[in-house]
Every structure is written in structure tokens, then in C-alpha cells.
């Protein structure tokens, strides 16, 4: 398997709560329900709303229409918009936007990190201070293949890694243009601009 650092990507990894969890980027996030659940059982009670497996700080804000699918944890002072959708084991950060009409499924999202509107991120981690601009799609399945494998660059080299779905690991500080795709197994450093409408497939 490819050594990939998360630390390398996201700065504040080592001192969050997934510190603990740490491995392969695409281990994580195949485990996703199984962390997010784990990471519940440890928020104080007195910071959050926490209802069956879904906990939401107290200064953060769902609009009406925004549906929440546990387990998840929306941290403090999120919005959370009308028509987004969270699903799958989900874990964002301090002050993130989930826009009207965005799907966020399996994901680790860090602190300060926006998804505009209409995006949608399957199976991946973001880092801090990310934006997705509106349309733009984070794929996390090989539809193309028969058996679905999904490869990760790393080093030059590719290699088929352990998990059938995985989007992408986004460094801290990442910009994604409007309308633009991340391909499944996508590693963008930190402080990546994609134009917008531009697809990246590191295959």
C-alpha cells in the first residue's frame, strides 16, 4: 500500500479528534460510520444536540430542509443549508458551509472548509480552508470498470489501493473551480487551485 501522510495534507490532523484513527486516507473514510460513531461518544453533552447518532453544536445552523442522516457530527458554528444532504458517517469541523443542494457522504471535513452549492464529495477528507465553488463534484466510485478499483498516484507510481470507493484527499488552503470534477483517487496538495470545468483524474 502507498504511504500517504495525512499530516502532509491537512496541518491540524495530528490535534483533532481523528488523530486516533489515523492510517491511509481511504481506510478512514471506508470506516467512516464506524469513526464518526466512536467520536460521538466523546463530545461533551453540554456543547451539543445530540439526537440518536447525530450531534450538532449549539452555535451551529440548519436550515429548514437540510436533511441529516447519522451518524454525524456538525461542529461549532456550521451552517448547514436547505436541501443539503449528509449521510454515511460525516465529521465537519469548526465554522463550514454546506450549501443548498450539496450531497456529503463518508467525509471528514476540517475547520473553515465551504461547499458552495450543488457540490457533491463522496468518500473523501477535506482539509481546512477549502472551497468548492458551485457544480463542482468529488467522485468516489470507478464507474468505468467492471470491478470498480480505484488507483492512487503517489510518488509517480500508481497503486491500486484497499478500498472500492474513495474521492479524494484535498490539502488545506485547495480551491476547486465551478463545474470542475475530482476523479476517484485524487491527492491534491496543499493550496491547489483547479480552474473551473477542469477535470482531474491522476490515472
Not at 456538525?74 to 450549501?99: I, Q
Not at 467492471?146 to 479524494?168: N, P, Q, S, T
Request: net charge negative; with cysteine.
Amino acid at each position: 500500500m502507498p504511504d500517504v501522510a495525512l499530516a502532509d495534507f491537512v496541518r491540524g490532523f495530528a490535534a483533532s479528534p481523528l488523530a486516533p484513527f489515523a492510517g491511509a486516507p481511504w481506510t478512514l473514510t471506508s470506516r467512516a460510520e464506524e469513526i464518526v460513531r466512536a467520536l460521538l461518544d466523546a463530545l461533551p453533552r453540554d456543547a451539543f444536540d445530540v439526537r440518536g447518532d447525530a450531534a450538532v453544536h449549539h452555535t451551529a445552523t440548519l436550515e429548514e430542509g437540510a436533511r441529516l442522516k447519522g451518524p454525524l457530527v456538525v461542529g461549532a458554528r456550521c451552517f448547514v443549508a436547505s436541501g443539503a444532504y449528509l449521510r454515511g458517517g460525516v465529521w465537519l469541523g469548526a465554522d463550514c458551509t454546506v450549501g443548498p443542494g450539496t450531497e456529503l457522504k463518508s467525509s471528514f471535513v476540517f475547520r473553515g472548509t465551504h461547499l458552495a452549492h450543488f457540490n457533491f464529495v463522496g468518500d473523501s477528507i477535506l482539509g481546512a480552508d477549502v472551497n468548492l465553488e458551485a457544480g463542482s463534484v468529488v467522485c468516489n466510485f470507478r464507474n468505468e470498470r467492471a470491478d470498480g478499483a480505484v488507483r492512487v498516484r503517489v510518488g509517480g507510481v500508481l497503486h491500486e489501493i484497499d478500498a472500492r470507493k474513495f474521492g479524494a484527499l484535498v490539502g488545506d488552503g485547495s480551491r476547486v473551480g465551478a463545474n470542475a470534477v475530482l476523479a476517484p483517487g485524487t491527492l491534491l496538495a496543499p493550496g491547489t487551485v483547479v480552474p473551473r470545468a477542469a477535470l482531474v483524474d491522476q490515472e
